[in-house]
């Protein structure tokens, strides 16, 4: 498995993992005075090993605490290399990991996993541990140092467990998948909540920083955030009027988004099937 990277600088003493196919997430961290804070540890674990190995290695301090943003596999089945560290996440989050630990995500399911990919790099897999986070929170949690501190904010949306760190000193956001910066996002989770995901827009517009590390695509500043916002309200009343006209979800007229208007994409009709339902819903 080809696991050559580099650490982007984002800012004095932040890094992230931006944009690298083959471990299908990014992931971040941030040196405070006397230990690390990570943020999520893409997918695979010889890469988040490798991962762990840079950033301790370049900033001569140890990991201390994982924040693992949502329940995806993509941020999830990383983080074994990081387990003897505090991993951290909303109560949502343990309670979305336990409740595949045994069923979905079971040795078993990830053999079969395996058996059905067999022309993929799958061997990996045999190192995915699922772990669940030792320390959990609700609203917001404070990670402090010295002078310095890491902030994160469970604000639901792409998925009800989903929260984003935000470091004041850094003026550095890492919003996990509530940013697919200069993408489609992935809205159709079942636990995806719109209105919640825009709620967490304007929260991170009124905190101050000037650049924001997402769960994929490149790192962007808050222009990305307004972009996305006016998106997401735009594409919320266009469900509606659907909704008013009685016409399914295909009767939605997305507005123009970064490719929105590719009906090929499985993305991005479970998206708008699942805002439909949960627009609908919500009127009932
Ligand atoms: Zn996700």
Redesign the pocket.
């Known amino acids: 498995m080809n696991i050559d990277f580099d650490l982007e600088q984002v800012g004095e003493r932040t890094v992230a993992i931006i944009d690298q196919e083959n471990l299908r997430s990014n992931a971040g961290a941030v040196a405070l005075e006397s230990f690390i804070v990570a943020i999520d540890p893409t997918m695979k674990p010889p890469a988040a090993r490798a991962f762990r190995q840079k950033l301790e290695r370049q900033f001569g301090l140890p990991v201390k605490f994982l924040l693992v943003t ?1 329940y ?1 596999a ?2 999830v089945f990383g983080v074994a290399p990081f387990k003897d560290t505090c991993v951290v996440g909303s109560t949502e989050l343990a309670a979305s990991i336990l409740k595949r630990k045994d069923t979905e995500w079971s040795p078993k399911a990830l053999e079969r996993w395996k058996q059905n990919n067999p022309d993929e790099d799958t061997g990996w897999l045999d190192e995915v541990e699922i772990i669940i986070p030792t320390l959990s929170f609700e609203g917001r949690l404070e990670i402090r140092d010295g002078d310095q501190f890491v902030e994160l904010y469970h604000g639901g949306g ?2 009800s467990c989903s929260t984003y760190a935000y470091v004041p000193h850094e003026k550095v956001l890492f919003a996990g ?1 509530l940013m697919f910066a200069e993408s489609f996002p ?1 809205a159709g ?1 079942p636990t995806c909540d719109p209105d919640r995901w825009m709620d967490a827009f304007r929260k991170m517009l009124s905190l101050d920083f000037e650049k924001l590390v997402p ?1 994929h695509g490149p790192v962007v500043g808050k222009d990305e955030i307004e972009k996305h916002l006016a998106f997401f309200e735009a594409l919320r009343d266009a469900t509606k009027e659907a909704i008013r006209a009685d016409e399914g979800s295909e009767a939605i007229r997305i507005p123009e988004f970064y490719g929105s208007n590719d009906e090929k994409s499985p993305w991005i009709k479970v998206t708008l099937q699942h805002w439909y339902t949960f627009y609908k819903d919500a009127e009932a």
Request: aromatic share 10%.
């Open positions: 949502h995806h993509d941020h792409h998925t998948d992935y989770d769960g």
